[in-house]
């Protein structure tokens, strides 16, 4: 039930303002990381469950590197929010949503309904900005899956 709260929030805030301008990018709100992190990590951005994936956003290390993450740090759980969020965007501008796909589908920001892990779709295959495949977390608190 908490989980479906914070979803109908990040949802509401995500409407409202999903978008903020900064030049000619523009940048996800605040609040949808949180909830996409809320739901890959269970918040935690300093997440180290030794499943493969790393920080809030439980992001691949090769993804990672490809993203321009390695000039904050060496791993995504040895960044601070801010940096995960910023190479998130990276991440998003290459892959889409579909980087995270079961959260992304449980928090309403792509539609149809999950995939299982491991089935067809699952996985994060070869986008047209170069990231390796798998994509960039689990999709699914723990569960590699793209």
């Known amino acids: 039930m908490l989980r479906l709260g914070v979803a109908v929030v990040l949802l509401a805030g995500a409407a409202a303002i999903p978008w903020e301008r900064a030049g000619a990018a523009a940048r996800v709100a605040d609040v949808v990381w949180d909830g996409l992190a809320e739901c890959e990590s269970g918040g935690d951005w300093q997440a180290d469950t030794g499943n493969g994936y790393y920080g809030g956003l439980q992001i691949w290390p090769p993804t990672w590197e490809v993203a321009g993450g390695l000039r904050f740090a060496d791993r995504p759980d040895h960044a601070s929010r801010r940096e995960q969020t910023t190479v998130g965007e990276e991440i998003l501008r290459r892959q889409g949503w579909e980087a995270w796909p079961d959260c992304a ?3 309403g920001l792509i539609g149809g309904s999950p995939t299982p892990s491991g089935g067809p779709g699952a996985g994060g ?6 990231s390796p495949t798998p994509g960039s977390g689990p999709g699914s608190r723990g569960r590699p899956g793209s």
């Open 105 to 107: 589908r449980e928090l």
């Open 125 to 130: 295959g070869p986008t047209s900005g170069g």
